[in-house]
């Protein structure tokens, strides 16, 4: 499955026999789809050392998974990731499996696929040092512990990049290795709180409020994903691997975006809340209709002409009061007021219906389920559902890109605990079952 090429064009400082020997040892460690041509995925050829738990870590090397990186997961051998434990929901086991318990947690589910999970103490001195021969021959290694916390076990990037100068390594903390905030860990909601995301979010008259997802452990996948496909084609150019400081806090003030820049241009704070509603657009905003809500934009003068005669009110377009749009905020509550007492009259799909091939911005407000159960969902491929190894059929989230060339898929489910031990150590390290099978019962491996 994994070829010597893309391996050479990213390090051009190995020799072709040594090219040669490293894609040999890929290759009998792959496990392709079946009809699944992974050759041809952008990350053929790079391994990947995940030693990340929770979200953002496993987002990020999710997305090299999906793009065709082997990736490596390292599990404590008893808990596991920590959302292994975090239900209801679970998928539960077949009774084919012959496994007990609950099942594997939804949220681990969604996070973990295409990837090898080796269930490894590194508590135990062996373990470490198979840490140190599976980090010597991988392109990547994404971790998220605390700033320092590696280095006694010498996993840190000082002591690595010296058996493996061309690897990249990226650490995911909550503040960075450096600044006031270093030593703490990180969570999603905190950082939200504190930078800034937590204020703008929420109804007007609200108290502030998180986003619904926990949006800045995946910008800061994504971010991460990023830098390690750009440092991948940096190595490319001089041999030679890097050191990625990422942190939540910093990718969040990054993700204020234009709201961060108002600020820094005018000097002056946020303008607040404003739930479904724009600052500086009316109308824009989710009304209620008869059985829900309808997300409408008035986003310019014909735009909010044209929803002034769908909605049958095209009186509202020469109304002085609503004018240009700056009239329109000027009376933002008479106007919002006006176009809701219109769309109680209908349900959303009806709606719906009255603003098809209108050319204005809309949308019914759905609730997740109904999000994935749309029909544009379905038609863009966005559920693909696989065959898990102990809990049977199930439906995840497709990877969202559509490439011309390469197909990024769901090759392989999301592992149960220790499921590649086996194949790791002796595949990947040449260990043999009796040594594996030693390690198992002092409690190295699972």
Same mark, same amino acid.
């Given at each position: 499955?994994?070829?010597?090429?893309?391996?050479?064009?990213?390090?051009?400082?190995?020799?072709?026999?040594?090219?040669?020997?490293?894609?040999?040892?890929?290759?009998?460690?792959?496990?392709?789809?079946?009809?699944?041509?992974? /050759?041809?995925?952008?990350?053929?050829?790079?391994?990947?050392?995940?030693?990340?738990?929770?979200?953002?870590?496993?987002?990020?090397?999710?997305?090299?998974?999906?793009?065709?990186?082997?990736?490596?997961?390292?599990?404590?051998?008893?808990?596991?990731?920590?959302?292994?434990?975090?239900?209801?929901?679970?998928?539960?086991?077949?009774?084919?499996?012959?496994?007990?318990? /609950?099942?594997?947690?939804?949220?681990?589910?969604?996070?973990?696929?295409?990837?090898?999970?080796?269930?490894?103490?590194?508590?135990?001195?062996?373990?470490?040092?198979?840490?140190?021969?599976?980090?010597?021959?991988?392109?990547?290694?994404?971790?998220?512990?605390?700033?320092?916390?590696?280095?006694?076990?010498?996993?840190?990037?000082?002591?690595?990049?010296?058996?493996?100068?061309?690897?990249?390594?990226?650490?995911?903390?909550?503040?960075?290795?450096?600044?006031?905030?270093?030593?703490?860990?990180?969570?999603?909601?905190?950082?939200?709180?504190?930078?800034?995301?937590?204020?703008?979010?929420?109804?007007?008259?609200?108290?502030?409020? #998180?986003?619904?997802?926990?949006?800045?452990?995946?910008?800061?996948?994504?971010?991460?994903?990023?830098?390690?496909?750009?440092?991948?084609?940096?190595?490319?150019?001089?041999?030679?691997?890097?050191?990625?400081?990422?942190?939540?806090?910093?990718?969040?003030?990054?993700?204020?975006?234009?709201?961060?820049?108002?600020?820094?241009? /005018?000097?002056?704070?946020?303008?607040?809340?404003?739930?479904?509603?724009?600052?500086?657009?009316?109308?824009?905003?989710?009304?209620?209709?008869?059985?829900?809500?309808?997300?409408?934009?008035?986003?310019?003068?014909?735009?909010?002409?044209?929803?002034?005669?769908?909605?049958?009110?095209?009186?509202?377009?020469?109304?002085?009061?609503?004018?240009?749009?700056?009239?329109?905020?000027?009376?933002?509550?008479?106007?919002?007021?006006?176009?809701?007492?219109?769309?109680?009259? #209908?349900?959303?799909?009806?709606?719906?219906?009255?603003?098809?091939?209108?050319?204005?911005?809309?949308?019914?407000?759905?609730?997740?389920?109904?999000?994935?159960?749309?029909?544009?969902?379905?038609?863009?491929?966005?559920?693909?559902?696989?065959?898990?190894?102990?809990?049977?059929?199930?439906?995840?989230?497709?990877?969202?890109?559509?490439?011309?060339? /390469?197909?990024?898929?769901?090759?392989?489910?999301?592992?149960?605990?220790?499921?590649?031990?086996?194949?790791?150590?002796?595949?990947?390290?040449?260990?043999?079952?009796?040594?594996?099978?030693?390690?198992?019962?002092?409690?190295?491996?699972?």
């Amino acid at each position: 499955m994994f070829i010597a090429r893309p391996i050479a064009r990213l390090r051009p400082s190995l020799s072709p026999r040594a090219v040669k020997l490293r894609s040999t040892s890929r290759r009998c460690l792959a496990t392709p789809a079946t009809g699944a041509d992974d /050759s041809s995925l952008p990350l053929a050829g790079i391994r990947v050392l995940d030693m990340t738990r929770v979200l953002a870590g496993p987002y990020c090397t999710q997305i090299l998974g999906d793009l065709g990186a082997e990736v490596i997961k390292i599990e404590h051998p008893v808990r596991g990731d920590d959302t292994r434990a975090w239900g209801p929901p679970y998928a539960t086991y077949t009774e084919e499996s012959g496994k007990q318990g /609950s099942g594997e947690s939804a949220y681990f589910l969604g996070v973990n696929r295409n990837k090898k999970s080796l269930g490894l103490s590194f508590q135990h001195k062996s373990g470490v040092d198979i840490l140190h021969k599976l980090a010597k021959d991988c392109d990547v290694l994404v971790e998220n512990y605390l700033p320092g916390a590696l280095k006694k076990y010498g996993m840190d990037y000082e002591s690595v990049a010296k058996v493996n100068p061309g690897l990249i390594y990226a650490s995911i903390t909550g503040y960075g290795q450096t600044g006031p905030y270093s030593s703490r860990a990180g969570y999603d909601v905190m950082v939200e709180a504190e930078m800034g995301l937590m204020h703008i979010t929420g109804h007007r008259d609200g108290p502030p409020a #998180k986003v619904g997802v926990a949006i800045t452990d995946l910008t800061t996948g994504l971010y991460t994903s990023n830098s390690i496909m750009a440092s991948l084609l940096a190595r490319a150019k001089t041999g030679r691997g890097q050191h990625l400081d990422v942190c939540l806090a910093d990718c969040q003030i990054a993700s204020l975006a234009n709201i961060a820049s108002s600020c820094l241009i /005018s000097g002056k704070p946020d303008t607040g809340r404003w739930g479904t509603a724009h600052p500086s657009i009316v109308p824009y905003k989710g009304f209620e209709t008869k059985d829900g809500s309808i997300m409408l934009g008035g986003g310019n003068d014909r735009l909010y002409g044209v929803m002034c005669q769908r909605l049958g009110h095209p009186e509202w377009i020469q109304d002085e009061r609503f004018l240009t749009n700056a009239d329109r905020v000027a009376n933002r509550e008479m106007m919002e007021e006006l176009v809701e007492g219109v769309t109680r009259e #209908k349900t959303t799909q009806e709606w719906l219906d009255v603003f098809e091939a209108s050319g204005m911005p809309y949308a019914g407000i759905n609730d997740v389920k109904g999000a994935l159960e749309h029909e544009h969902t379905i038609a863009r491929g966005m559920i693909t559902e696989i065959d898990h190894p102990t809990c049977g059929p199930m439906k995840l989230l497709s990877h969202p890109v559509k490439f011309s060339e /390469s197909k990024p898929s769901i090759r392989t489910a999301p592992p149960t605990l220790g499921q590649h031990t086996q194949e790791v150590l002796s595949e990947m390290l040449g260990m043999s079952d009796g040594d594996i099978e030693t390690l198992r019962t002092d409690g190295v491996v699972a």
